[in-house]
């Protein structure tokens, strides 16, 4: 039922709209009785915690490769591929860099972060937890004036579906340091704790990357008709139900791959033991 028509002749109020306009301020209170706060207090923690972690992780330089002395093969992700000739040996394929001399990590992780901070998902997220722009649905945003990503930095998210291709490259690396795992070196073969580890996180990481905004256009996106592109079709039918939990596999990824890097840290340390079973 919609709201009574005002008697004939009585005063009409006019309340003006102006889109992209002042968006209201700190002062501005809300109905909302319920404890939105909570989602993005959560998430500005974890993603803090993860940044400090990833941070220190990859200037430390060291602990990131487990290797002959342990008879395995495992590299974690954060120094995958290792390209610098300072990696510690037996942790690089294909051709080092010389002249770089700070941590290997720092050559590579601009591609995985890049792609994490342009995702549609995070960014949503992180503006809501970081900038309070809005912190929540029906809550007014903390600044007064909104721009959108309509100007410089924040344009720069549109390069985004390029992140994306790196991204790609980079599961293919890790998918292969799973299987790489195998090889117990100077020992045959075997699984270990770590093999199951580096699988995991390389399935999530694949989960998070096809479940992507960019990757579902890529895929469906533009097509006029679908009836004549079958095999696009298919490919979008078969992701759109990943794309639907892409928040899912954010969070989950996002943990695992720092669990992965803690997990090979802890083994490359001598803290705790990499239990396997040998073929
Ligand atoms: S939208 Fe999140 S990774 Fe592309």
């Known amino acids: 039922m919609g709201a009574p028509l005002p008697a004939e002749g009585a005063e009409q109020t006019v309340t003006p709209v102006v889109l992209g306009g002042a968006r209201g301020g700190p002062s501005v ?78 050559l590579i992780l601009i591609f995985p972060l890049g792609f994490r901070m342009t995702c549609y998902y995070y960014r949503k997220a992180y503006y809501r937890a970081f900038w309070l722009a809005p912190p929540a649905c029906a809550v007014s945003d903390a600044h007064g004036s909104y721009s959108g990503e309509t100007r410089f930095p924040l344009i720069f998210q549109n390069v985004h579906r390029y992140f994306f291709y790196f991204g790609l490259i980079f599961n293919v690396i890790l998918t292969y340091d799973a299987f790489a795992s195998f090889r117990w070196l100077g020992d045959g073969t075997g699984i270990s704790v770590g093999t199951v580890v580096l699988f995991v996180n390389a399935t999530l990481l694949w989960l998070y990357s096809l479940s992507c905004h960019a990757c579902r256009h890529l895929c469906g996106g533009g097509v006029k008709q679908f009836s004549k592109a079958p095999v696009r079709y298919r490919l979008w039918k078969a992701l759109t139900p990943l794309n639907g939990k892409h928040m899912l596999f954010a969070w989950m990824s996002l943990c695992f791959v720092a669990f992965t890097d803690l997990y090979i840290r802890l083994v490359a340390s001598g803290a705790i033991h990499d239990y396997g079973i040998h073929f």
């Open 29 to 106: 209170p809300t109905l909302r009785k319920d404890r939105y706060w909570v989602q993005p207090v959560v998430t500005a923690a974890v993603l803090a915690s993860f940044v400090v972690y990833a941070s220190w992780a990859a200037f430390v330089n060291k602990n990131y490769f487990v290797g002959a002395s342990a008879n395995r093969d495992l590299i974690s992700p954060f120094y995958s591929p290792c390209l610098a000739t300072s990696c510690v040996p037996g942790s690089h394929i294909g051709p080092s860099i010389s002249w770089w001399t700070l941590s290997p990590a720092l």
